[in-house]
């Protein structure tokens, strides 16, 4: 599986507004990663954005590329709005072992994205906080914990057929303890939920889940394959995807045997309705490849999908 996050960031109840400014910043360095390089095909109007898989390092057109802070990269777009639909992108992709993520250490995490990627309402229901310290709180290390959740959420059942949260509900506490089954949005905001009431930095990432390439080593990208998923940082690695959602296969399940220059990606028009379900590609599971994730680092416009639906109804 691969996705492209089209919206990435922390978590306000009221809503995701974008940052009020970005700061570049050096690339931050990562314990375990390994190289990538893509061409890419664009076949939407917009064709400022930018995608790669895993954190960018290089285009080969001029690209901004803005940080709210070191590790916490905000968007990539290219400087003029008169380019090509193709392009080619080098970047990095985060290898790290379970072993290793197991030794990064909270205390290590920068101070400023540690305090934006925990927050929560001050309303936060407080058995939603309880059920994640129930899963998760005997584990002595964030990547077990966060594990722990992972494993806790694919137990509900997946379904499209769910209705909104009722009006003044929480949506997380509808979840887990009343509706107890959904789709992608309700698997990925319990998680991110959850592992900030254990004081892990996590945010959630919507974009779009692809299968594997074809014989050509082509990875198309269409707006059926909208998702969402939950990534946690660790120190020294950066941000690691989960896959809560029970119908997706966990990337932390599958082994690393690609090679990830195998790829040239193609896509059509990123859009999302927000006002039904994403849809998903009549396959169950969902395979191959849950490591490479396709990021469109566009995360200016950060929104939770349920949440910012309950705002505008």
Not at 8 to 22: D, I, L, N, Y
Not at 183 to 199: F, H, I, K, P
Not at 234 to 239: D, E, V
Not at 261 to 270: A, E, M, S, V
């Amino acid at each position: 599986m691969m996705c492209i996050p089209v919206r990435v960031g922390p978590f306000p109840k009221s809503g995701w507004p974008p940052p009020s400014h970005f700061a570049p910043s050096p690339f931050p360095p990562t314990k375990a990663s390994t190289p990538s390089t893509q061409s890419i095909f664009w076949q939407a109007d917009d064709r400022t954005t930018r995608y790669t898989i895993g954190l960018p390092t290089l285009f080969d057109h001029a690209t901004l590329l803005s940080w709210r802070g070191v590790n916490d990269l905000a968007r990539v777009r290219a400087q003029t709005a008169d380019i090509s639909n193709q392009y080619t992108a080098n970047s990095r992709l985060v290898t790290a072992s379970p072993a290793q993520l197991r030794q990064a250490r909270l205390e290590d995490v920068p101070p400023v994205l540690a305090a934006r990627y925990t927050a929560l309402p001050d309303d936060v229901p407080l058995r939603v906080v309880a059920l994640a310290r129930d899963v998760a709180g005997g584990y002595d290390n964030p990547y077990d914990q966060a594990r722990a959740l992972e494993q806790f959420l694919r137990q509900y059942p997946y379904s499209l057929d769910t209705p909104l949260p009722p009006k003044n509900s929480d949506p997380v506490e509808y979840f887990l303890f009343e509706l107890q089954q959904g789709y992608c949005d309700y698997y990925a905001s319990s998680m991110v939920v959850m592992a900030r009431a254990l004081g892990l930095p996590a945010r959630l990432a919507v974009g779009f889940a692809g299968q594997s390439p074809d014989g050509a080593g082509v990875q198309t990208i269409r707006q059926v394959n909208a998702h969402s998923w939950a990534e946690l940082y660790f120190a020294g690695y950066g941000w690691v995807e989960f896959e809560p959602t029970a119908s997706f296969t966990s990337a932390q399940d599958t082994a690393v045997t690609l090679n990830p220059n195998d790829f040239t990606l193609q896509y059509g028009p990123p859009v999302l309705d927000l006002n039904t379900p994403p849809p998903i590609p009549p396959m169950s599971p969902i395979r191959p490849f849950p490591w490479l994730r396709l990021a469109m680092v566009a995360l200016f416009t950060v929104a939770l999908f349920w949440w910012w639906r309950r705002q505008r109804r």
